[in-house]
Each structure stands twice: as C-alpha cells, then as structure tokens.
C-alpha cells in the first residue's frame, strides 16, 4: 500500500463538530469517502459513498495502492469505531487517525456528566443480555451507552428493573447537535415506557455503585438427593474454577443431574443466566427441587436431550458438558460453529468418554486435561482412612480464539 490513509472522526455530523484538524487533512488526500452527510462539509477533489465496510475493507489495499484517501466516520475513531478494525486486519497500514468528538461527549455535555470513572459500553448490533447490561451498572457510578435500534434505553430501563438497580438515573441524548435534538432523564420506571428514537446514546448514573458479591461454594451435604449422579464437591470446586465464570456469564449445564454444577453456576453469576438440560425424568425432578431449595431464579430448566434444546438457547459464554449420552461429537461441532468463543469445560469418568472426548477437544485452543483422584477421610474401627473415589478426567478449551 503505497499511499497513506487518513482516518478522521466526523464528530455528529454538522459543520461546527468536524475539527479544522480533520478538515485540512481531508483537503490534502486524493480521495475522500464518507457518508453523504459529512462529503456535504467538505471541498474534496474526489468523493465516494461510503457503503458497506466490509466491502471497502476489501478493497482498500488496492486502492491505495493508486491514491491517497481520506475515511471519515461519524463521533471519534477510537472508540467503538473502525480504527481498531483496520489495525487488526492491516498492521503494516499507513494510517493518521484524527479524532472527533463523539456522541457520548456531547451526551455528558449536556447533562453536566463526567467521564473520567465512566464505563464506557457499545449494545448497538451487540447482544447484550439483561445481566450483563445491569451488572456494568451496578459496579460504576456512570456508564455510558452508544445504542441501536433493537437496545436502546427503554430495554436498558427493563434491565435496570429486573434486577433491583430502580433507584438509578437514566439520560438520553438523540439527534445531538442538530435542530431536532431531543433530550431526556429520568427513572428507569419512566424510561420503560419511553419509545425509543432510532438511534440515540444514553447514559446511567448509580448513586451506589458496588462490587458484585459471589457466594461461596457449597458442600455435597447441602444439596437433595436421589438416584440421580452429583458431581462431587471437589471436584465441582476444579470445574467452576476452569469454566472461569464472570457475575454475567450465560451458561449452559448439558447433562445436569441433581443439578449441583448448575446451582453453584446461579449463585456464582448473579447477574448471569444459567440453563440446565437434563431428560431424565428423575433428574428433572431432584434438580427442580434444588432450584427451589436454593432460590436460584437465573437457573432455567430445560427437559430433553441436549443436542436437540440448546440450538433454541441464548449463546454461552461458558459450557460445562458433564453428560452427552454419546452426542458430545455433535454438540462440540455446534459450539464450534457459533461466532462468539465459548469457554468449555468436559468432564469424563468412564474410559469410553474419555476416548470420544480427546480427540474432539485435543486440537482446540487452550486445551488442557487434569486427572483428579480424590481421597476421602474414613473411620474404619480406631483407625482413619482414605477412601477414594473414581477419578475423574476435566477437559478444558475454548471453542475458538
């Protein structure tokens, strides 16, 4: 590529907003590609629309390879932009990046909001689950949020709601800087009812913020008990341990059992969403009664065979695949296929598991394998003991880097 690109931020797309800076960068290049509003602004010797980014991610090697060019975006560059895009797919680039002033600046601008301890998130074309979008708000005093058409502020208030965070603040800014400029605050009950503009940031202030409190694991003897298998403490402490939870994690418990891997996942993620496929129908039963027992209301239990339930679930963050029933080779591959990695944890006791799960997991990035023999302490008589249980073998990866 041998010429050089300039990457300027638009700001919000009125004249006042795009910086002197950007604007004579612009006038120097040879080619200039924006949206229609922002070529409107500027006295380019060339134009060009700038249509779908991942066609002109395509071919901008090429073309600077012939001339200079100038991209602008709307707000800054450097934040939930295309900066780190062509960075990643194009380390050897040539690139002036000129900042803009962002959406989310201006929102603070006009609320008085200050930004230096805000968290700072995207939902706009994110899938965002209620947790995490409540979990963020409940750890920082302010966080900021560019949003979309589909999550917008009245589903942030929803959120909000779900999870107790009702005596917070929201503020929403669409249109900004232009005649039509709306502004808004108020309570997440008031902005549950709001009709969301089509493309609008916002903005949470919590009088309160705290760190989210974990509860701590629990033994065997706590959990209701049938027939049905349990996956023993110890080894349960390994488990939750390698699936790496985060208080929002949605995760997926395929062959649950009793339920003891699902339980302790719901009390680890309060702000998560847990689901439990089992199709054993006394499973199913001792695992509802744990549910109760626990009040674990992020728990979902799901009745039937796994391969056939989870393609109708929200994607994982986390798997633990404690039982497949001989279609692990399927469940991997669909875990496989989703765009997002998923942490996945497997564990197997018989050697016919451990067999089909190897060569499954084995080429998988961050693979690891640990064997565990647990010795329990036993009376026999005036004597103490060991008594061990089978050993069990964890397998580790993630679905993809």
């Not at 980014?53 to 060019?69: D, F, G, K, V, Y």
Request: with cysteine.
């Amino acid at each position: 590529m041998r010429h050089k690109l300039i990457l300027a931020g638009g700001g919000s797309g009125t004249a006042e907003y795009l910086l002197p800076a950007a604007k004579k960068a612009l006038e120097e290049v040879e080619l200039v590609i924006a949206s229609p509003r922002f070529l409107e602004l500027l006295h380019a010797r060339k134009t060009m629309p700038m249509g779908h980014i991942s066609e002109l991610l395509e071919s901008l090697p090429a073309m600077l390879e012939r001339e200079s060019i100038g991209i602008v975006v709307s707000g800054d560059p450097l934040l939930y932009s295309l900066c780190r895009t062509l960075r990643n797919r194009y380390p050897e680039l040539k690139m002036q990046v000129i900042p803009g002033v962002g959406s989310l600046q201006l929102l603070g601008a006009a609320f008085g909001l200050t930004m230096e301890q805000a968290k700072i998130c995207s939902i706009h074309g994110r899938a965002y689950h209620a947790g995490t979008i409540a979990c963020t708000v409940s750890e920082h005093a302010e966080t900021f949020f560019f949003c979309s058409r589909t999550q917008g502020p009245r589903e942030i208030a929803a959120a909000l709601l779900a999870y107790g965070l009702s005596d917070t603040e929201i503020f929403v800014g669409a249109d900004l800087t232009y005649p039509t400029q709306k502004l808004w605050h108020g309570t997440p009950a008031q902005a549950a009812e709001l009709d969301d503009p089509e493309l609008c940031v916002a903005a949470v202030r919590n009088p309160a913020p705290k760190p989210v409190t974990r509860l701590g694991l629990l033994p065997d003897s706590a959990f209701l008990r049938n027939r049905s298998p349990m996956t023993k403490e110890e080894v349960r402490a390994v488990i939750l341990s390698k699936l790496r939870l985060k208080p929002d994690a949605v995760v997926w418990d395929l062959g649950a059992g009793t339920g003891s891997v699902s339980i302790e996942c719901a009390r680890m993620c309060p702000f998560g969403e847990v689901y439990a496929v089992e199709y054993k129908p006394e499973a199913l039963d001792i695992l509802e009664q744990n549910k109760t027992r626990f009040q674990t209301k992020n728990l979902q239990i799901i009745a039937g065979r796994a391969e056939e339930q989870v393609q109708h679930l929200p994607v994982p963050d986390c798997v633990f695949l404690g039982g497949s029933s001989g279609a692990a080779k399927q469940l991997v591959a669909g875990l496989r296929q989703l765009r997002q990695p998923v942490r996945l944890v497997a564990s197997a006791v018989t050697m016919e598991t451990q067999a089909e799960l190897f060569p499954l997991l084995q080429e998988l990035p961050q693979f690891e394998v640990v064997q565990l023999a647990v010795g329990c302490g036993k009376t026999v008589g005036n004597y103490h003991v060991l008594e061990g249980n089978h050993p069990v073998l964890l397998f580790s990866c993630m679905t993809k880097e």
